[in-house]
């Protein structure tokens, strides 16, 4: 089918004059506010499409769902063809979720939950198969580490992402390194999708630079072709009518490159273009000008970390939008916009009334800032603990069972 849009990937990834301000691309997101990124700008730079209050409407009618707090407060706030899922689901017409992760570090921390958090939820509300691809491949190209290495950290994050409560019967994770050499048909479909882009292509969506390994500039395919039903014949069959089954990909959006890509690609190959929903970053303790990163220890709150460690970086790493002594802060009030334990509760407390009542007392110059941290902790804790609990459940057999190509229960 001939493609009448412009080619998403032409998107500049950031226009010169922009580029000073904020970067944002898979490898470095970063601006120069400590209010954060400008996620309407992103949205009208990569050509996405805002989460709108009439989607969200359609989407809790259809799925009989109240929106996730993650809807309702705009941390999935972009997307592409979002309308053809529902459209998808309302027809009773197959689709499947496909989410990832780049195993690099031994432990995960919070910023890294909050696209599985999103996507159980999505599973739920659509009872629908997911896909989860561990690209140790990707972390093995990209980082300081032995191909061993990655491969076993894929295997250890998977037991987080279980721990997430993804459903077994209708959950299969892989690692690259392990899927690509036991399914043909995966490895068919990657490379399909490199004899359709050219390095000149490749370089502009992703910066590639002529000192970067070739391995790089192939790997783009590999994070492409789950986004493809036929890659998981045992999940879907290997009929025909295979390639009709919709893809949706809930992501933060740095990872856009890789699907604007993926749209590009799909119809060449005979395949639906994936649908996606972008999230915004989980900012850093030190403030919103950089996202949470694991290579930053005091970045980070781990899902290791101790209710101690967790009230103890809290109180010494995040960025304060109180005022300099408690009368300033008592006649002026606190700024949320840029206060990071503020934002962290806009994530994690659920209840829309507290968090408002937090919010106007903050504002308010009534809450002070250990008080608004003692908040936060509480929250943290409890729900770190609880992490913990579940994943200490996550036997090797299970984990086995996740990791074992096998069909998918599909929504009746
Ligand atoms: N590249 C991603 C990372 O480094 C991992 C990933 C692979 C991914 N496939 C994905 C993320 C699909 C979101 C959706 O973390």
Known sequence: MAEATPPEAAAPAAPAAEAEEQVVNPWEVKTGSNQGIDYDKLIRQFGSSKVSPELLERFERLTGKPPHRFLRRGVFFSHRDLSSILDAYEKKEPFYLYTGRGPSS????????????????????????????????????????????????AYKNAKDIIACGFDVDKTFIFSDFDYMGSCP???????????????????????????????????????????????????????????????????????????RMTRDVAHRLGHCKPALIHSTFFPALQGSQTKMSASDGNSSIFLTDTAKQIQKKVNKEAFSGGRVSVEEHRKYGGDTTVDVAYKYLTFFLDDDAKLQQIKEDYEAGRMLTGELKKELIGVLQAMVAEHQERRATVTDELLKQFMTPRPLCRAA
């Open 185 to 259: 048909d995966f490895y068919r479909n990657v490379v399909k999708v490199q004899k359709c882009v050219t390095l000149n292509q490749a370089r502009a969506i992703f910066g590639f630079a002529d000192t970067d390994c070739i391995g790089k500039v192939s790997f783009p395919a590999i994070q492409a072709v789950p986004a493809f039903s036929t890659s998981f014949p045992d999940i879907f069959g290997r009929e025909k009518n295979v390639k009709k089954v919709k893809c949706l990909i809930p992501c933060a959006i740095d990872q856009d490159p890789y699907f």
């Open 106 to 153: 031994q432990s995960m921390h919070l910023g890294h939950l909050i696209p599985f958090i999103f996507t159980k939820y999505l599973q739920d509300a659509f009872n629908v198969p997911l896909v989860v691809q561990l690209t140790d491949d990707e972390k093995f190209l990209w980082k300081n580490l032995t191909a061993e290495e990655c491969h076993d950290l």
